[in-house]
């Protein structure tokens, strides 16, 4: 199927995909799903530069324009989304920074595959500041394959096999306040465990926070 066209006021994961893509030609949206101000000038700014005609909407041409060449318009925007994923070795690439603070191998998958794929905008855009303001921030999970998520008893649906889930911990840092600093930084979904001792963060678009121990669903982690 072919991108919808989107505009201001469009909600969801195609939106967070055009965003995606707009930070990947160099400028520094949030990628929450929404598409508000930022993302309605962002489009704006990319069509004028481009020469295309400046409205503001992501129609087929502008798509067609932020699309990598061997991007398929018949996937749907989760898998294009997957297409963007950096794929790395870890024999080869474990060393490699992917940001000021973290490397490669720090998201292997535990059951010890050589391939890693890493959402590294994430990364970038929102795991680093979170180690620029604690320190040593350890990743207890990043990448799994589909046979090791399914080993450890984790959700088919997990996020950790798209490569965008990561959980967290940081020695002499409280859960609440790796919570409360992700909420500020405005990662989407939080949820936090405090019986295993780490904090799961993900990249969807809708916000979804959860002290998971105690099945509580809550609005902030500020209060």
């Known amino acids: 199927m072919s991108n919808p066209t989107l505009k201001k006021g469009s909600k969801g994961d195609s939106v967070r995909y055009l965003q ?3 930070n990947i030609k160099g400028f520094n949206l949030s990628c929450d799903g929404i598409f508000g101000n930022s993302t309605e000038s962002a489009i704006r700014t990319w069509q004028k530069n481009i020469g295309l005609k400046v409205d503001g909407i992501a129609g087929a041409i502008t798509w067609d324009s932020l ?7 018949n996937k749907n925007p989760l898998e294009q989304f997957d297409g963007l994923i950096t794929t790395f070795s870890l024999r080869q690439d474990g060393e490699k920074n992917i940001s000021k603070d973290f490397k490669v191998k720090e998201f292997r998958s535990k059951c010890g595959a050589n391939e890693i794929k890493i959402d590294t905008i994430f990364i970038k855009n929102k795991l680093q500041k979170i180690r620029d303001k604690f320190g040593k921030t350890i990743i207890n999970s990043g990448y799994r394959t589909k046979s090791h998520n399914t080993q450890i008893g984790g959700s088919p649906n997990s ?29 989407k979904c939080i949820i936090v465990y405090n019986k295993s001792n780490f904090v799961h963060l993900d990249n969807r678009p809708t916000k979804y926070f959860f002290y998971n121990d105690e099945k509580k669903q809550v609005q902030t982690f500020k209060s």
């Not at 699309?67 to 318009?73: A, F, Q, R, T, V």
């Not at 490569?163 to 859960?175: E, G, R, T």
Request: glycine residues 0%; aromatic residues 6%; without cysteine.
């Open 67 to 73: 699309l990598p060449p061997s991007s398929d318009s």
């Open 20 to 22: 995606t893509l707009l």
């Open 159 to 187: 996020r950790h096999m798209i490569s965008d889930a990561f959980d967290i911990s940081i020695p002499n840092v409280k859960l609440i306040d790796i919570a409360k600093y992700a909420e500020e930084i405005d990662i």
